[in-house]
Nanobody, 115 residues
Framework: VQLVESGGGLVQPGGSLRLSCAAS????????MYWHRQAPGKERELVALISSTGGNIYYADAVKGRFTISRDNAKNLVYLQMNSLKPEDTAVYYC?????????WGQGTQVTVSS
């Protein structure tokens, strides 16, 4: 079982990044998928989630209107499109798959927003 995030990097304020999460070793299409982030010295927080079919989506207030979560179940991929990035978005971003009682985590990808 693996969740592998990619697409992180250094971007200037106001810029965009698209994170990807590739799932393998399990039937990810039956799992809800989540993006979390953890900034230095802070607790890990939920950024967005998408249900298994994509019919239900949630965003944290801090990213609403700027981030978009989506999934491609045929390719076992989940995306997080991040626009209008701010320095406070700097964090390690983690992908999570959940179908209770099972949860899988990825290893994270660093996003740094700085001029």
């Amino acid at each position: 079982v693996q969740l592998v995030e990619s697409g992180g990097g250094l971007v200037q304020p106001g810029g965009s990044l698209r994170l990807s999460c590739a799932a393998s070793g399990f039937t990810s299409s039956s799992y809800a998928m989540y993006w979390h982030r953890q900034a230095p010295g802070k607790e890990r927080e939920l950024v967005a989630l998408i249900s298994s079919t994509g019919g239900n989506i949630y965003y944290a207030d801090a990213v609403k209107g700027r981030f978009t979560i989506s999934r491609d179940n045929a390719k076992n991929l989940v995306y997080l499109q991040m626009n209008s990035l701010k320095p406070e978005d700097t964090a390690v971003y983690y992908c999570r798959a959940q179908r209770l009682p099972t949860t899988y985590w990825g290893q994270g990808t660093q996003v740094t927003v700085s001029s």
